[in-house]
């Protein structure tokens, strides 16, 4: 279970900020808008960051991967 921390379209429902929404059954790119990168797992975060176009390397820790999407 998440709260909804930017207004949006979330599982295919508009949702406001500060509603709750059940995190388990979004896809990772919805998961992070809602609890932040840290809610998602490795695989996940890889995922996502390939998704994004970026290239991490396969030794990357969740961690790594956090930094890396937080980036400006």
Not at 43 to 52: G, H, M, Q, Y
């Amino acid at each position: 279970m998440g709260i909804v921390t930017t207004p949006g379209f979330y599982g295919g429902s508009f949702l406001k900020a500060g509603q709750h929404i059940e995190t388990a059954t979004l896809p990772p790119s919805d998961k992070a808008a809602v609890d932040g990168f840290s809610a998602l797992t490795r695989s996940e975060l890889l995922k996502l960051a390939e998704e994004r176009g970026m290239s991490p390397p396969s030794n990357a820790s969740k961690l790594d991967l956090v930094a890396l999407l937080e980036a400006p």
